[in-house]
């Protein structure tokens, strides 16, 4: 089949007459498919089960320094799982504090202390009126919702294939004081799937902030998250501390798509004197997080042998839902110049990028016909797509037999709405 940019509009309407009856056979399936949800599917969850009985009323609950993890205490989290996250992040466990079950509150709570606090002796980001954060683009909808929350003006960053536009990043944070920050996902970029390069770590470990308490949110949530063999992200702290820069970097990790997303453990990873602050906050606002789990997290991964092996399994089950996903896309659409998708290497999205000004109109179609998808405009700040072209896609929780109708679906919606849409011009 033609190209549809090569097609006369006779030949499009033929085209789109006929998709229009496959979409009304789909419709009258009552079908019921959802691929927004960026969640473990059932099976995974189910891998991690003996977890729950790792800690039974036999196991030693008394931990290092005669630590009773059923009492009080220990704010910065007990020995164990500071392991379980210093081994994911590839750092040690002195440089870890964990948290309860969500790096996206631990996130929410760093930029909350920036605003009310200030860091490291600097004014609160609530005096700075005119404060500005830098987003890659596209991003994680639930960053740009923290940074809207606190007043800061979003600024889009463009993606390319090995990170963020850096010329873009140093030029603005070189000069702007008002930048306070930047959202990152080093690997596997939710939902491009990026893994930044070295050169792009380098460069970040390396900025020039005209800001003193400018900060840069690693989010390293699919961390070891790989599909296929394990991709090297290199170490921005390694190359920071070497420029003495260290205290410019918070990372993230949490277990969330390796245990439980509902009861895993979460971490923050920084330089001594950021860690040391944010003890001081935490010491007023809690006398400890859930001490019993982090015990089950430390006795279920051991060591990192345990939680690379645990991963080879998760990838064993969303490996061919992301194949089947690729394989009909590659099949239905690659031929047709409707847009584009990359194949990622691992973490849990796939983007699919439609030709300008059609996702909000696949995405309705796709409702339309019984499949939820994340909304249009979802992965940039504002909600805003510019380009009204980006659509993420996230086959992990939907049985495989679900993923391959939900593809073929996706498919038939991306060519109608083109075909609209090239008819209009
Ligand atoms: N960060 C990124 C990039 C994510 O994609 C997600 C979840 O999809 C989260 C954080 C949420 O992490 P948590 O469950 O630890 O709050």
Not at 50 to 70: A, Y
Not at 132 to 161: Q, S
Not at 303 to 319: E, F, P, S, Y
Not at 329 to 339: I, K, M, P, S
Request: hydrophobic letters at 40%; proline letters at 5%; aromatic letters at 10%.
């Amino acid at each position: 089949m033609k190209a549809y940019s090569e097609m006369s509009k006779e030949e499009l309407l033929k085209e789109k007459k006929s998709l229009e009856e496959a979409y009304k056979e789909y419709q009258k399936r009552g079908l019921k498919l959802n691929m927004a949800r960026g969640k473990p599917s059932l099976e995974q969850v189910n891998l991690s089960l003996e977890m729950l009985t790792d800690v039974n009323p036999d196991t030693d609950m008394i931990v290092e320094d005669n630590v009773d993890v059923r009492n009080y205490g220990v704010i910065d989290g007990i020995y164990g799982a500071k392991q379980v996250i210093a081994s994911m992040a590839k750092s040690e466990a002195d440089h870890v504090i964990v948290f309860g079950n969500s790096s996206l509150n631990v996130m929410f709570d760093t930029v909350a202390r920036g605003m009310i606090e200030g860091i490291q002796g600097n004014a609160p980001w609530y005096d700075c009126k005119d404060r500005k954060w830098l987003c890659p683009v596209p991003g994680y909808d639930r960053h740009f919702a923290i940074t809207e929350h606190f007043g800061f003006e979003m600024i889009n960053i463009p993606m390319n294939e090995d990170g963020p536009d850096m010329d873009m990043v140093e030029d603005l944070v070189s000069k702007d004081p008002s930048i306070k920050g930047i959202w990152c996902v080093p690997k596997y970029s939710n939902p491009g799937g990026v893994v930044y390069s070295e050169e792009v770590v380098k460069r970040f470990a390396n900025l020039s902030p005209a800001a003193p308490d400018f900060r840069i949110f690693w989010d390293n949530a699919y961390a070891i998250h790989d599909l296929y063999e394990e991709v090297h992200l290199p170490d921005i702290f390694g190359y920071a501390i070497t420029k003495g820069k260290q205290d410019m970097i918070f990372e993230f990790v949490s277990t969330s798509k390796v245990s439980f997303p509902g009861s895993g453990i979460a971490g923050i990873i920084a330089s001594d004197n950021n860690l040391n602050e944010i003890r001081k906050s935490m010491a007023v606002q809690t006398i400890g997080h859930d001490k019993i789990n982090q015990l089950r997290h430390a006795i279920f991964f051991a060591n990192g042998a345990k939680l690379r092996a645990h991963m080879k399994k998760h990838a064993d089950i969303i490996r061919p839902k992301f194949e089947v996903v690729e394989k009909v896309l590659g099949e239905e659409l690659q031929h047709l110049d409707v847009g584009h998708f990359g194949v990622p290497k691992g973490g849990y999205f796939i983007t699919y990028t439609t030709q300008p000004g059609c996702a909000t109109r696949v995405v309705q179609l796709a409702k339309e016909a019984g499949m939820v998808l994340t909304g249009a405009g979802a992965p940039f700040p504002y909600k805003k797509d510019p380009e009204d072209s980006t659509i993420r896609i996230a086959p992990t929780y939907p049985t495989l037999e679900e993923i391959k109708v939900a593809a073929e679906l996706f498919a038939l919606c991306v060519r109608l709405a083109t075909a609209e849409k090239f008819l209009e011009k």
